[in-house]
C-alpha cells in the first residue's frame, strides 16, 4: 500500500528502510529511499510503521 503519496513509498519501502536499512527516524526512511518529506502528511504513518516493524525498544533502567 502506498503511504507517502508524494514519493511513491509503500508500506515494504518503510519495512525495508526500518529493518533492512536500520532507520530509527522518519527521516532515514526518506534518507533510505533517496528522498526527502515533502508535504508531511505521511510522517505519523512513517513513524507508527516504523515502530511496528522494529518492534518495542527496550529501555535500561539506571539502577
Do not use: Q
Not at 528522498?35 to 527496550?58: F, N, Q
Amino acid at each position: 500500500m502506498y503511504v507517502c503519496l508524494c514519493n511513491a513509498l509503500t508500506d515494504r519501502d518503510i519495512h525495508a528502510a526500518a529493518t533492512e536499512g536500520g532507520a530509527s527516524r522518519p527521516a532515514e526512511v526518506f534518507a533510505h529511499c533517496a528522498c526527502r518529506a515533502k508535504c508531511g502528511s505521511c510522517v505519523r504513518t512513517v513513524l507508527g510503521m516504523m515502530r511496528e516493524a522494529l518492534g518495542p525498544i527496550e529501555e535500561e533502567m539506571p539502577g
